[in-house]
């Protein structure tokens, strides 16, 4: 088995240590002696979508995500594509906006998405800044808190179509209203928590590896069980910190 990653616009999308969830996936897949490569996408760079089984794109602030949403916008169809045909994603908070409608910033013209996600953000009076534990909606996912930080003025609204990941506990979430933290459709996964977030719930990242291997290898059981004793530690530690 191969695991081939896109990292899509790592020099301008990649805050608050986003990087990390694809230092994670690489390892929880070496780890089990699976080959995994990861390409970094950016914007002068050609993107042959259907090649990969996983897209990983970070979190920006408004004007990065201004400077590669045109870019996106042209590799959006491709990525669309390789995502319907069982693709797994991780987009997260600038990344998970542009995976969606559009995103509204408050005082610059609206920048689209490309729609994997049915949802939309209009830019809120307010930033939401903190710790967010979340129990998620996802099937697969066995209900075990999310945990991560957000940082993020955006109110994502999801839309009729649209699943959320998870439902939030402490923290704020897609817009502090409607107790929604991000969005799944297929394999993708929208999310505003940073952190970086993987590395504190590996029930997601086999989530997203499992799904991203099973483009390509359908009969796939499962995934070699790994010692995620320190990662449940500090997951529990900070979902109980957060009750
Ligand atoms: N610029 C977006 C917002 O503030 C996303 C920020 C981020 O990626 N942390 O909502």
């Not at 997260?92 to 953000?121: K, M, N, S």
């Not at 955006?154 to 959320?164: I, N, V």
């Not at 390509?216 to 995620?228: K, M, Q, V």
Request: aromatic share 6%.
């Amino acid at each position: 088995m191969h695991l081939r990653i896109a990292h899509l616009y790592p020099r301008r999308m990649s805050i608050y240590g986003d990087r990390g969830n694809v230092t994670t996936l690489v390892r929880r897949a070496r780890w089990r002696d699976i080959a995994v490569s990861v390409d970094e996408v950016e914007r002068e760079d050609a993107l042959e979508a259907k090649r990969y089984d996983l897209f990983f794109f970070g979190g920006g602030q408004d004007q990065e995500q201004d400077t590669v949403a045109r870019d996106l916008a042209k590799k959006g169809p491709g990525i669309r594509e390789a995502i319907r045909g069982g693709a797994a994603a991780l987009a997260v908070c600038g990344g998970y906006q542009l995976f969606g409608r559009y995103y509204q910033p408050a005082e610059a013209d609206r920048l689209a998405g490309i729609g994997i996600f049915d949802a939309h953000t209009e830019a809120g009076p307010r930033r939401f800044i903190g710790n967010v534990t979340a129990t998620p909606e996802a099937d697969g996912l066995g209900g075990i808190p999310l945990v991560g930080f957000e940082n993020h003025s955006g109110l994502t609204f999801l839309g009729g179509t649209a699943r959320p990941l998870a439902v939030v506990r402490t923290g704020h979430g897609n817009n502090g209203h409607d107790k929604t933290e991000g969005c799944v459709a297929g394999s993708a996964v929208g999310t505003y928590l940073h952190g970086s977030l993987l590395p504190k719930n590996p029930h997601l990242a086999d989530w997203l590896l499992l799904r991203a291997l099973r483009r390509r290898h359908t009969d796939l059981p499962g995934l070699r069980p790994l010692d995620d004793a320190l990662e449940q530690d500090v997951n529990e530690s900070l979902a109980g910190r957060a009750a």
